[in-house]
């Protein structure tokens, strides 16, 4: 018999004490109310899930934290991109508004200067219409026609003033002689030797006159 086959000897047999069999060792129990250590949990360790990106823990924040960044930035861009168009909108409209005010403005003066120069030209008439209708040389076809004159220039804005007992203004007259008279109290007009004429505000002619100065 080989010495794997003999059988173990007995107590009895060798004569001495028997052999202390090996016990199980428990497993430690925790105790209730006592906390478990940190970072565990009853059971092992805490289990890690994928949260709804599909990523697990902070690592899984930082795509979605780049591409809000970049949105971001992107938004930024658009809106000083936007505010400079408007702002170019703004200066080309008011550049458009000036351009328009000046070509108006512009117009209406070569307008009144053409008209200007015409009227200017027809005073002389207007003048021996004046001296004939004095005269009482004003009759027939010639009174027509110099009606019909005085109407279209009176629509074209001229507009004629100057007559006796009017109050001498130097902006308005022309003072041809001066005269004293106790019947005035301020410088006044006496004859008018020809009538002044204006377009609006502004003096075409001014009236040719004397004037009588208070004593």
Not at 37 to 59: K, S, Y
Not at 91 to 115: H, S
Request: net charge negative; aromatic share 4%; hydrophobic share 35%.
């Amino acid at each position: 018999m080989t010495p794997e086959e003999h059988p173990a000897p007995t107590p009895q047999e060798t004569g001495g004490e028997p052999l202390e069999t090996p016990q199980p060792q428990e497993t430690e129990q925790p105790v209730a109310g006592s906390e478990p250590a940190a970072g565990r949990r009853p059971g092992g360790d805490p289990e890690m899930h994928p949260d709804e990106t599909g990523g697990f823990g902070e690592d899984s924040d930082r795509v979605p934290a780049a591409e809000d960044t970049a949105a971001s930035d992107e938004l930024t861009l658009a809106r000083t991109a936007l505010a400079e168009r408007t702002l170019d909108l703004q200066r080309l409209q008011a550049e458009y508004l000036n351009y328009k005010r000046r070509v108006d403005r512009d117009r209406e003066l070569v307008k009144q200067n053409a008209t200007f120069g015409v009227l200017s030209e027809l005073l002389p008439v207007l003048d021996d219409i004046d001296r004939a209708r004095e005269h009482g040389e004003l009759e027939g076809g010639f009174k027509a026609v110099a009606e019909s004159l005085e109407r279209i220039v009176h629509a074209l804005g001229l507009t004629k003033f100057g007559a006796k007992g009017d109050e001498f203004d130097p902006n308005l007259h022309e003072a041809l002689m001066h005269g004293h008279s106790p019947e005035v109290t301020t410088t006044t007009v006496d004859v008018v030797a020809h009538a002044g004429y204006r377009i609006g505000e502004r003096v075409l002619r001014a009236a040719k006159v004397t004037v009588l100065d208070p004593e």
